[in-house]
């Protein structure tokens, strides 16, 4: 796929998604990295559901860490994993009292050392809480950049690289939204609604729907 094609295509992305933007509710960064956390293999209705009732109580590490454990499990008991889930984020929120005076870390590296927190989530949070240029890599964004041949890659590691190689540079910041939300609505695991697709003719899915 060619340059001014790639271009194009995040043009057209653009105007029927004109503001890209997560479906998971938050108001500052460390609910954003809460809700992220939470959002492993759940869907993000199911964690708004949980954090609606979660963040009036408690939206800071001191609020939450206050809870414990078997309080918070209480809050999120409806998502997948949730006692996993409670057990790292009572530890990452323990770790951004102690070591970034409960301040949620601008760096991936500091980010990926906080307990559930991985690459995908630091990505996530430093593109949608502090504007950085990443790309979090999830299966609607593997889906689409390999179907389309956008930044084809073998896994996501690699697909994240060819984005950051091939997104042209003014949607590099909004590119990860773009695709999540068109990988969720349009461009579906099962059957890609082709009919309905504003980059259908400049997509390279050789097995396209009617």
């Known amino acids: 796929m060619n340059k001014q094609k790639r271009l194009e295509i995040f043009q057209r992305l653009a105007e029927a998604i004109p503001n890209?933007?997560?479906?998971?509710?938050?108001?500052?960064?460390?609910?954003?990295?809460?809700a992220v956390i939470l959002s492993a293999q759940a869907t993000d209705k199911g964690v708004n559901i949980a954090t609606a009732k979660l963040f009036p109580v408690a939206n800071t590490?001191?609020?939450?860490?206050?809870?414990?454990?078997?309080?918070?499990?209480?809050?999120?008991?409806?998502?997948?994993?949730?006692?996993?889930?409670?057990?790292?984020?009572?530890?990452?929120?323990?770790?951004?009292i102690d070591l970034h005076g409960s301040e949620i870390p601008q760096t991936r590296e500091a980010l990926e050392a906080l307990p559930g927190v991985g690459r995908k989530t630091a990505n996530?949070?430093?593109?949608?809480?502090?504007?950085?240029?990443?790309?979090?890599?999830?299966?609607?964004?593997?889906?689409?950049?390999?179907?389309?041949?956008?930044?084809?890659?073998?896994n996501v590691l690699e697909v994240e690289k060819n984005l950051m190689k091939f997104v042209p540079k003014e949607y590099i910041i909004p590119a990860h939204h773009l695709l999540i939300l068109h990988g969720r609505y349009t461009c579906t695991a099962r059957k890609p609604r082709c009919g309905a697709c504003c980059i259908y003719d400049l997509c390279e899915y050789k097995d396209k729907t009617e």
Do not use: W
């Open 61 to 96: 590490p001191e609020a939450i860490y206050a809870l414990g454990e078997e309080g918070l499990k209480e809050y999120i008991k409806t998502i997948g994993l949730f006692n996993s889930k409670a057990a790292n984020i009572i530890k990452t929120c323990k770790m951004l």
């Open 20 to 34: 890209p933007e997560t479906e998971l509710n938050y108001s500052n960064p460390f609910e954003l990295l809460i």
């Open 124 to 154: 996530v949070v430093l593109n949608t809480a502090f504007g950085q240029p990443t790309m979090a890599v999830d299966t609607h964004i593997f889906r689409v950049s390999n179907r389309t041949k956008i930044a084809p890659g073998k």
